[in-house]
């Protein structure tokens, strides 16, 4: 079983950056969709970003031209970096891969990997 895994979330000040990162543990992944999603504390896990193998992106209007979503050339690695944090912001981030075929990679159900999560805190 694959397991991703990410790192780079913490403590943070209101309008401070963080780049989290996710990669598959154990071997390579291939995949056609990377993502990111986020649950808070009483609310269900959203969509935040998600990158398609041939590039295109897609962001949740909450975070649009505050966070991007990159993955390094061979797609065994990708990243969320997160700038002008707010405190509405913090939750448990969540990377996903997915091995079906999409246009979006929008909903959980269109990914196969989930990582256990890492703790994003926006401190005011």
């Known amino acids: 079983q694959v397991q991703l895994v990410e790192s780079g979330g913490g403590l943070v000040q209101v309008g401070g950056s963080l780049r989290l990162s996710c990669a598959p543990s154990?071997?390579?992944?291939?995949?056609?969709?990377m993502g990111w999603f986020r649950q808070a504390p009483g609310r269900e896990r959203e969509f935040v970003a998600s990158?398609?193998?041939?590039?295109?992106?897609n962001y949740a209007n909450s975070v649009k031209g505050r966070f991007s979503i990159s993955t390094e050339n061979a797609r065994t690695r990708w990243y969320l970096q997160m700038n002008s944090l707010k405190p509405e912001d913090t939750a448990v981030y969540y990377c996903?891969?997915?091995?079906?075929?999409?246009?979006?990679?929008?909903?959980?159900?269109?990914?196969?990997?989930w990582g256990q999560g890492t703790q994003v805190i926006v401190s005011s």
């Open positions: 154990g071997r390579t992944l291939s995949t056609y969709g």
């Open positions: 996903a891969a997915a091995q079906k075929y999409s246009m979006t990679y929008v909903q959980p159900y269109e990914y196969d990997f």
């Open positions: 990158i398609t193998w041939s590039g295109g992106t």
